[in-house]
């Protein structure tokens, strides 16, 4: 072997492990790149994500290196005008990049199926009556030893053309927020009055559509005691960019002492930004814009 040819060998070595290395260092930065993780869920999205990072990371640094590495040194001369050797092709070298990325899809996809599978997400599939031999799995706590039991708390969803109402049926409290108990398993009835809506909370990394004349069962475990953000994913309509509702993670005894004060509170209507311009819209002497569906009437609730 060839002093040059054991050279290029050892470059080629020095160069995977310092791309591996730094393609890894910046998988591990696309933690930081999301809100905090808030329910236990939060992990496996992280996870995956960072793997397809890294995973990105090490093709574009890969190549890029090999295209500067080329360039660098094995450059024709200046006054080289001559041909180039006669290559007519490589059948092994074609099978191996034909073959690797494939291997890499079928390993993404594997990859992506397992995170939504573990999560629990349910579609329009789920009310088809279709089998499917792989069980759906409930997702984990952050603790995998820790055992999933059944759902501490019930709450009904229901989304509507536009705004989210929240229903305690164990205290008979309605909501504009989202209340939920820290560290505790939450099962949501998920129901839609109109149209297709999206369920979303980017803290949580969850997203559910829900379907009209269909009930969803959607469960998660909120961590992380805080403030946090539900919107709509789906366009549902002219005002969809008004439904919006807040998630309030607490301790299970806040949690409970909530519950306790809302139940006293009597029912008023809630406040409705989207009937609030509608209303502000249809009282305008010159019409402007497309006709649209007029608003929900704002719903009674003990706790806006």
């Not at 006669?86 to 594997?110: F, H, K, R, Y």
């Not at 031999?133 to 009904?156: H, Y």
């Not at 839609?192 to 009930?215: C, E, M, W």
């Amino acid at each position: 072997m060839t002093l040059r040819k054991t050279l290029n060998i050892a470059t080629l070595i020095v160069g995977a492990i310092a791309i591996s290395g730094l393609s890894y260092w910046i998988g591990q930065q696309a933690y930081s790149w999301l809100p905090p993780q808030a329910a236990a869920e939060s992990v496996l999205i992280d996870d995956l994500l960072s793997f397809l990072v890294t995973l990105g990371a090490f093709i574009f640094l890969g190549v890029t290196a090999t295209l500067t590495y080329s360039l660098i040194f094995h450059r024709a001369a200046e006054d080289d005008l001559s041909d180039g050797p006669p290559i007519e092709g490589n059948i092994t070298l074609e099978v191996v990049w034909t073959a690797i990325p494939i291997m890499l899809v079928l390993w993404i996809a594997s990859y992506s199926y397992q995170v939504y599978d573990q999560m629990g997400i349910q579609g329009p599939a789920e009310h088809l009556h279709v089998h499917n031999p792989i069980a759906t799995q409930t997702a984990l706590a952050a603790s995998k030893e820790a055992a999933v039991s059944e759902p501490v708390e019930k709450i009904d969803v229901l989304a509507k053309q536009w705004a989210w109402v929240f229903h305690y049926p164990e205290s008979n409290v309605t909501s504009t927020e989202l209340h939920l108990p820290s560290d505790r398993r939450v099962r949501l009835a998920l129901q839609s009055a109109d149209v297709l809506h999206g369920f979303y909370i980017p803290a949580f990394r969850l997203k559910q559509d829900i379907i009209p004349n269909q009930t969803i069962d959607f469960e998660f475990t909120p961590i992380r005691p805080g403030q946090y953000h539900l919107t709509d994913s789906q366009y549902s309509g002219t005002y969809f960019a008004t439904m919006q509702a807040d998630v309030v993670v607490q301790s299970p005894e806040d949690y409970q002492q909530w519950l306790a004060k809302a139940a006293t509170q009597k029912l008023t209507p809630a406040n409705n930004q989207a009937a609030a311009e509608y209303a502000q819209a249809a009282s305008q002497k010159v019409k402007t814009g497309w006709v649209t569906v007029p608003p929900a009437a704002p719903t009674l609730v003990n706790q806006f």
